[in-house]
């Protein structure tokens, strides 16, 4: 497998307190990782040391391969980030913040003002190319750093806590942006503090705390391993007695609580088919079921079982 961001041990010191330690994580090529952990567990500094914006104190970090103390030039030439929320000059334009940038990164006058247009398409922001920054809210801010990230065609993405300080509306469209980006082959590590974010969002969860990596698999697989899932029922009118004994008795059912008379919450260690088989024996027993569904979020549930033992 091509190891697209890998690194081994890696270590960064603070006066003698580790804020990162001992690090080891590979990510393969064309995925989307989410970096998830507490306040304070080393997803920044990770990432600051990705970007070479600070040096580790002990370990290694790579991206392609390259290491990124030995040749950080090579090494960032693949990555495009966006760290901390970022500033423009706001007397500029995006068109104009694009090719200073890209005439900063050595990019042909052509090449730049080509892939400009892109990645302005890429973040919706086409209508806005000649309108001054200064006028933009932080969203639009945002997406502009995103557009400025993927300049020159990088094979990776850094985004520490790209929906962090903007409005439901804000955020929707951004991570709307970020699962268009997957669909091209590109690598992304994002860091978040929305667990929902990270579930929506990315293929890969990788865990931090207190700057060790606690936990790093694939997202589908954490429903395996946080075992009963938790159910909500709906139906139209107050459920009876048998309708009720029905799902208490059904085998792998736990902790049924009555939330309201049409409503349900329980959980269910069952698989798809035989959630399915209970709904058909509620509808046998004539309930009328307005909803059945999975609620709350299995990543939640295996992050207060690692935060909270770690
Ligand atoms: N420049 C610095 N000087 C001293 N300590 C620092 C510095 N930067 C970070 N730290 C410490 O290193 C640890 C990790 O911080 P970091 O910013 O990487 O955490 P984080 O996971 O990004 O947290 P958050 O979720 O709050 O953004 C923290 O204890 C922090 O106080
Ligand atoms: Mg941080």
Redesign the pocket.
């Known amino acids: 497998m091509r190891e697209v961001i890998k690194t081994v041990g890696l270590t960064?010191m603070?006066?003698g307190?580790p804020?990162?330690d001992e690090l080891t994580l590979t990510i393969g090529p064309d995925v989307c990782v989410g970096f998830i952990?507490?306040?304070?567990?080393?997803?920044?500094?990770?990432?600051?040391i990705l970007t070479s914006l600070i040096r580790s104190t002990a370990g290694k970090a790579y991206v392609e391969g390259f290491d990124i103390r030995e040749s950080p030039k090579a090494a960032l030439m693949n990555v495009g980030s966006v760290v901390e929320t970022p500033e423009f000059y706001p007397y500029l334009t995006p068109i104009e913040t694009l090719d200073y940038l890209g005439r900063l990164r050595g990019m042909g006058e052509e090449y730049v003002r080509d892939r400009s247009k892109r990645v302005l398409e890429q973040v919706h922001m086409e209508e806005w190319a000649t309108t001054r920054i200064g006028k933009f809210s932080k969203g639009m801010k945002q997406r502009l750093g995103i557009a400025q990230a993927l300049l020159h065609e990088p094979t990776v993405l850094i985004l520490?806590?790209p929906t962090s300080g903007l409005d439901p509306r804000g955020m929707i469209e951004v991570r709307e942006i970020i699962k268009d980006l997957k669909k091209e082959k590109r690598t992304i590590f994002m860091?978040s503090?929305l667990l929902y974010e990270a579930q929506e969002v990315c293929d890969w969860v990788a865990m931090?705390d207190k700057?060790r990596l606690i936990f790093f698999d694939k997202v589908e697989n954490i429903s395996k391993l946080t075992g009963a899932k938790k159910l909500e029922i709906r139906l139209v009118e107050p459920i009876t007695e048998e309708q009720l004994d029905t799902i208490k008795n059904f085998e792998g059912v736990a902790e049924v609580s009555l939330v309201h008379p049409e409503i349900v919450n329980l959980r269910f260690g069952g698989n798809d088919q035989d959630r399915a088989k209970m709904l058909a024996e509620m509808i046998a027993k004539g309930a009328m079921v307005v909803s059945f569904q999975s609620v709350g979020m299995e990543l939640e549930d295996l992050y207060m079982d690692m935060i909270g033992s770690s």
Not at 37 to 46: F, H, L
């Open positions: 960064k603070y006066n307190f804020a990162l952990g507490p306040n304070g567990a080393g997803k920044t500094t990770t990432i600051k520490d806590e860091s503090h931090v700057g």
